[in-house]
């Protein structure tokens, strides 16, 4: 069946580093792809999003582009901040329509120190 | 404003003790879902419904019903049969099924046996 694989963490970085979070799937044809952002006891906000390979999702610095080649969706963030300090999910929706929602990665808890 | 609103934000049960959390959205959003999210585990679906008066389990139904009498209501009944109900329960909703759309999520309730 379909999955998503992330990273585990916690990823401990420096303010201003170079951020990537890696996620990889597993899914029959072309599935939409996505990130979530969770902040200390609130829901899941939509960070970006690509719906056909190639495509390259971006949102308030953060970018993933979508490699079929590779089946991955890895997130990227060129200077980090501490107010990005969350966990992130990423997850992809079925091709044609899954009505059971989407599938998430495990979430990779994200920590940048000032 | 749009969006999805839970509640309670914290719910205490006792052993024994059936509760249910109120899920609300005015979104107009045909699909809605609950997930559970517990540490290190990421997002568990528990139910999904389509439309109204129609909804299928999730990977982890049991122990858990829900209705869905209203286009914007969900409901989820937590019953004495869950044996382990700790969690943050996130819910969900997205305007078709399809799997470009994105899923917008409420704050989240937190639910402790006590």
């Known amino acids: 069946g379909d999955s998503v694989t992330q990273m585990e963490g916690p990823v401990t970085l420096s303010e201003e580093a170079f951020l990537t979070i890696n996620c990889t799937y597993t899914a029959t044809g072309y599935p939409s792809l996505f990130w979530y952002v969770q902040y200390p006891g609130e829901g899941l906000q939509l960070l970006l999003k690509a719906t056909k390979a190639d495509d390259k999702g971006s949102n308030k610095g953060f970018e993933a582009t979508y490699r079929k080649e590779t089946t991955s969706f890895h997130l990227e963030k060129g200077s980090v901040q501490v107010s990005d300090s969350a966990v992130y999910f990423c997850a992809l929706g079925r091709p044609g329509g899954g009505a059971d929602g989407l599938t998430f990665g495990k979430g990779t808890h994200l920590i940048i120190q000032p | 404003d749009g969006g999805i609103t839970q509640s309670p934000k914290y719910l205490f049960r006792k052993e024994g003790q059936n509760v249910t959390l109120s899920c609300e959205q005015n979104l107009n959003h045909d699909a809605m879902y609950w997930y559970r999210q517990d540490p290190g585990q990421g997002l568990r679906l528990i139910y999904y419904?389509?439309?109204?008066?129609?909804?299928q389990k999730g990977d982890i139904a049991e122990g858990y019903s829900v209705s869905r009498e209203k286009k914007e209501s969900f409901p989820l009944t937590v019953t004495s049969a869950q044996k382990n109900p700790t969690a943050f329960y996130l819910c969900?909703?997205?305007?078709?099924?399809?799997?470009?759309?994105?899923?917008?999520f409420g704050e989240g309730s937190w639910l402790t046996v006590v």
């Open positions: 419904s389509q439309i109204v008066n129609d909804f």
């Open positions: 969900a909703s997205t305007l078709q099924v399809f799997s470009g759309n994105t899923i917008y």
